[in-house]
């Protein structure tokens, strides 16, 4: 069961307040707006989210689709690292910078480092005593193992708390994967785990639109709980789901987009345009497919957008990984990235990210878009 957790806005309400910080209305004819009030350009897309800021650092949260779970816009993955590459003094290390900088959403899984990495974690929470925490529940377990029945939901779940050494996490998130379950059992071993307290509130991972508001109708039917938010992989190179498909079920159902590999497993940052780099993910063993993908065409098409979107970053003053991390952001229905690093200079170079948000404009998005190429388009419903 592959898990996610953050520690929630609640248990760091004394670094974060309430105040809005999106988009703001004009003010009326003759009244001089405050100092700051609308003078940077918001992201675009959440006119509509309601968004706060850190007391004591540039963090932004927002709301985990339209539920009440605030969580930062950036969050910690540990996929690649915690429990293998990296020390768990290293890892503690992130994990601090990452909380110090109001990052409170933290992901992990139980397939991580063959559970190692959820063991290091739940150490880490103990010992600096962060208390709440948002659980993704994902089936990607021994092969025998695999999909969502109820046994595997509810024991998969147990197991993830006692390494994690929790009594209940704030969210768990089933990953579908080709495991064709029941969706009615789906949902109502969601609904246990919730009712047992065990998990507050659930989302999907990987899912697609139409299996999103087949589980919602079922929610409905039966009056069970529907999921909140949808775990799906987002970046310059993939874009259909998080631009055309989550913006509809956000405003439909409320289905809100936590995404990840907003630097496409490092391909945006440039350190495959010479090849591959020995120290790379792509030369590690069980990532072939990466390194194909590397030396593929799409790969060296890929490649030579991406010198240009350096030269683009360059001209805003920012690195290429902040400003694909803070085109993530700009995008409607986002609700948090999730970060992939090994070391704090790359956390703290993507933390830099919030810099850059303000310089989403139409203008720039429009530049990238033109540099990319592959803006997605709403499919006009044909009618008889």
Same mark, same amino acid.
């Given at each position: 069961m592959q898990v996610s957790f953050a520690c929630t806005e609640h248990n760091l309400k004394s670094r974060?307040?309430? #105040?809005?910080?999106? /988009? #703001?209305?004009?003010?009326?004819? *003759?009244? $001089?707006?405050?100092?700051?009030?609308?003078?940077?350009?918001a992201p =675009?897309?959440? !006119?509509? +989210? $309601?968004?706060?800021?850190?007391?004591?650092?540039? +963090? $932004?949260? #927002?709301n985990l689709g $339209?539920?009440? /779970?605030?969580v930062s816009c950036l969050g910690l993955g540990t996929w690649v690292t915690f429990g293998s590459q990296i020390s768990d003094e290293m890892? @503690?290390?992130?994990?601090? &910078?990452a909380y110090e900088n109001g990052v409170n959403l933290f992901d992990t899984a139980e397939v991580y480092a063959s559970g190692r990495a959820e063991i290091t974690l739940g150490n880490i929470i103990k010992k600096k005593g962060w208390s709440s925490v948002t659980l993704l529940s994902?089936?990607?377990? !021994?092969?025998? @193992?695999? *999909? /969502? %029945?109820r046994k595997h939901i509810i024991e998969g779940l147990r197991g993830s708390l006692s390494r994690l050494q929790l009594d209940y996490v704030d969210i768990v998130f089933a990953n579908r994967n080709d495991v064709n379950?029941?969706? @009615?059992?789906?949902?109502? !071993?969601?609904?246990?785990?919730?009712?047992? *307290?065990m998990a507050m509130y659930w989302g999907t991972s990987r899912w697609s639109g139409m299996e999103i508001m087949e589980a919602y109708s079922v929610a409905r039917q039966f009056n069970l709980i529907p999921p909140v938010c949808e775990q799906a992989e987002y970046h310059y190179f993939q874009r259909e789901k998080v631009e055309v498909q989550l913006p509809e079920l956000y405003h439909k &159902?409320?289905?809100g987009a936590m995404t990840w590999s907003p630097l496409a497993c490092g391909l945006i940052t440039g350190k495959y345009s010479d090849g591959v780099p020995e120290c790379s993910r792509a030369a590690m063993k069980g990532y072939q497919w990466l390194k194909e993908r590397v030396h593929s065409e799409d790969g060296r098409r890929q490649l030579a957008k991406i010198k240009e979107l350096h030269l683009l970053a360059n001209r805003l003053g920012c690195t290429a990984a902040q400003l694909a991390i803070a085109w993530c952001l700009r995008s409607e229905g986002v609700s948090s990235v999730l970060l992939g690093v090994s070391n704090a200079d790359q956390l703290l170079e993507n933390l830099g990210a919030l810099r850059?948000? %303000? =310089?989403?404009?139409? =203008?720039?998005?429009? @530049? &990238?878009? !033109? /540099?990319l190429g592959n803006k997605p388009h709403a499919k006009k419903e044909s009618r008889a």
């Open positions: 974060s307040e309430d #105040r809005l910080c999106g /988009l #703001r209305t004009a003010p009326p004819p *003759g009244v $001089k707006p405050r100092e700051g009030a609308g003078s940077r350009p =675009q897309g959440h !006119a509509h +989210m $309601k968004e706060t800021i850190g007391r004591h650092s540039s +963090m $932004k949260y #927002r $339209k539920s009440g /779970l605030r890892a @503690e290390n992130l994990m601090t &910078i994902d089936t990607c377990r !021994a092969e025998t @193992e695999r *999909g /969502l %029945s379950s029941p969706m @009615e059992e789906v949902v109502r !071993a969601m609904t246990f785990v919730i009712n047992q *307290g &159902i409320g289905v850059v948000l %303000s =310089q989403m404009t139409p =203008q720039t998005v429009s @530049e &990238i878009d !033109a /540099l």
